[in-house]
């Protein structure tokens, strides 16, 4: 088919790889313009146009697509299909027109659960049992169209790289399938019932809140690794948990643990939120403990935990996140 892929960050990649080995003539390539990098200084091109450009494809890279010359040019592709996977973009109803058989687009999610931005993030957060990813056909609402095909998968005890690498590659499969055959593969409506919004991530949100379950800290972590990452707070510098183990239940006898002063009877007080148990970094939560495998100081690289705390020692009875948020 003649088409233009449309997507900008690794887990698009994937679906245009596919798209091109499966022998279909993508005609343009567009993406969001290049950022400046970690330092503020080079500008970095998206994954997907670098990947573009390896490949040879022609790239655009539009601000906007609302402008009427942008819009033009578009339609003057003369598409069969475009094909999109988290582009970044609003697509003005003229774009949608304009190729023969609209757009579909890979979202990562089980609609019509976690339409929105960052719907693999939030079928972690939300303890989730499973997810899987979608090709849809575009309309113009918040991913509100209906659905031409499904893949559903178990979360388990994935992080969000593990799992949106998953997705992607899975994604990748499904397009190049409806593809092969569009008519085979009808577009069903979404239910109205049980939507939810996988709203954008806000920085807040990645500060580890030590006063939730042990179970949610964990899931904060696999919702965040590797990038952004969920920290705490201890010396005034950031700790990135990038994996973790929500660990057993500790007795006040725990030999582990004797820092914790005793009441008259010979029993542990109660462990405050955020409160370092042990020597290997056990930390206490208002049900629970969690404890880290993999941790990151801020300009270093990431590290085990053990590794971790020969150079940089934090005692039990330390209380993290007890700095400013």
């Known amino acids: 088919m003649r088409l233009a892929f449309m997507g900008t960050p690794e887990f698009a ?15 343009a390539v567009s993406t969001q313009p290049p950022r400046p990098g970690n330092r503020g200084k080079k500008l970095t091109p998206s994954a997907v146009q670098a990947r573009a450009d390896e490949l040879g494809l022609p790239v655009r890279t539009p601000v906007s697509l609302r402008d009427p ?5 578009f339609a003057a592709l003369d598409l069969d299909v475009a094909v ?8 003005p109803q003229a774009i949608l027109n304009a190729p023969k058989n609209g757009c579909l687009n890979v979202h990562g999610s089980l609609l019509p659960r976690w339409r929105g931005a960052a719907p693999v993030q939030r079928a972690i957060l939300a303890g989730d ?8 056909q575009m309309e113009a609402g918040l991913d509100t169209g209906p659905v031409r095909a499904t893949t559903e998968i178990e979360i388990d005890r994935k992080s969000m790289g593990e799992l949106t690498a998953e997705l992607a590659e899975l994604g990748a499969e499904l397009m190049v399938a409806v593809l092969a055959d569009i008519p085979a593969h009808p577009a069903v409506p979404q239910s109205d019932e049980e939507v939810t919004y996988a709203a954008k991530i806000d920085k807040a949100e990645t500060r580890i809140d030590f006063s939730t379950s042990a179970e949610q800290v964990e899931r904060q972590v696999r919702a965040f690794s590797p990038a952004p990452g969920a920290w705490f707070e201890f010396e005034g510098e950031r700790y990135r948990i990038l994996q973790a183990v929500v660990a057993p239940a500790l007795a006040g006898g725990d030999q582990a643990c004797q820092h914790k002063p005793q009441d008259e009877r010979g029993s542990s007080l109660h462990w405050s ?39 940089k020692p934090i005692p039990p009875g330390t209380i993290l996140n007890s700095g400013p948020k």
């Open 13 to 27: 990649v994937p679906t245009l790889d596919a798209l091109v080995a499966a022998g279909h003539d993508v005609v």
């Open 69 to 73: 010359q942008a819009q033009a040019e």
């Open 84 to 91: 999109v996977a988290a582009y970044g973009l609003i697509l």
């Open 129 to 136: 049992d499973k997810t899987g990813v979608m090709v849809m």
């Open 273 to 311: 939120d955020g409160e370092v148990l042990d020597r290997n970094l056990t930390i206490a939560c208002a049900a629970g403990a969690i404890r880290p495998i993999l941790i990151q100081r801020s300009g270093k690289p990431a590290m085990p935990t053990a590794d971790l705390l020969r150079g």
